[in-house]
């Protein structure tokens, strides 16, 4: 079984060609598991399936969590994969992929850099705060897509400094936050500048901080621009793997085209010889 590994800004993922390989889907959550757990095997935030096309894309991709639970979507995971894509011939510059949450579109813009239009917004409240151990916290919670990605966005004052550990664990509480139907993606943020944001995302199904998180990114960018703290143009947010670029087209307070645009990284291509796999 052949694979690529790659990361989007740090937010790393293992890549397999279903159209190749024809894996039983029934296997796929047990494959994420067991390859993506970093000391025992080859290590990822996320494994990724390339299929064929259900509904007139280029092709489909599945993608699931280290834990083994699939995923709606993922904004670096799907700048990733249109390079897959591209370099393995599924599609040309412009590329229209199939994922659970709906068509995301990529755009090659060189050799490593591609950009995303994200799915759309189908749920937005700017004022959904969370009470934890007492304290109110400031929240808004989004969802991208149908089935909607849902994260939750939190203001977090000096977050470049924070504890690392006090962070974690309130991470983990808002992510089982009882009003959020699905849970959520946790993406911490701090205004650094003019359109310029420091992230932090505590990611469902990773149950951990990753270096970069696309969709939350996104959110972030998208509740920051409705509420009028930035332009929702070319805004900067920097995370621990490095910068993402978002931009927000609005029609009044619509959010029209969400676009997500960063690097891409080709980590190693082989052959899975992990003998502690079983997928039968």
């Known amino acids: 079984m052949r694979f690529w590994k790659m990361n989007g800004a740090g937010n790393d993922f293992i890549i397999i060609n279903n159209m190749v390989e024809h894996l039983p889907e029934t296997c796929f959550p047990t494959l994420a598991r067991t390859l993506c757990e970093r000391h025992l095997s080859i290590g990822a935030d996320g494994l990724m399936i390339v299929d064929a096309p259900l509904q007139g894309g280029d092709y489909r991709m599945l993608f699931f969590n280290s834990d083994g639970s699939l995923g709606e ?8 994969i249109c390079r897959y894509g591209y370099e393995n011939g599924l599609a040309g510059e412009i590329q229209r992929v199939e994922t659970t949450a709906g068509l995301v579109t990529g755009h090659r813009i060189d050799q490593r850099l ?31 897509g149908d089935p909607g990605l849902p994260h939750a966005v939190v203001p977090y004052p000096n977050l470049a400094q924070a504890d690392e550990n006090a962070l974690r664990e309130l991470g983990r509480k808002i ?33 951990d901080f990753t270096y970069a998180c696309g969709t939350g990114t996104g959110c972030v960018v998208t509740a920051l621009t409705l509420m009028g703290k930035v332009s929702g ?20 307070s619509t959010v029209q085209n969400l676009y997500l ?11 899975v010889t992990d003998e502690e796999l079983s997928l039968n």
């Open 261 to 271: 645009t960063g690097p891409t990284n080709i980590v190693c291509k082989g052959e």
């Open 175 to 207: 992510r089982f936050y009882p009003e959020f139907p699905k849970g959520a993606n946790v993406n911490f943020c701090e205004l650094t500048g003019e359109d310029e944001v420091f992230e932090r995302t505590f990611e469902r199904g990773v149950e």
């Open 233 to 252: 143009r070319q805004v900067r947010v920097n995370m621990t793997g490095g910068q993402l670029i978002v931009d927000v087209d609005l029609q009044g």
């Open 114 to 144: 591609y950009r995303i239009r994200l799915n759309d917004p189908t749920t937005v409240r700017l004022d959904a705060p969370v009470v934890i151990d007492g304290v109110r916290y400031e929240c808004s919670y989004l969802e991208l």
């Open 73 to 80: 979507m993922c904004g670096n995971g799907a700048r990733c």
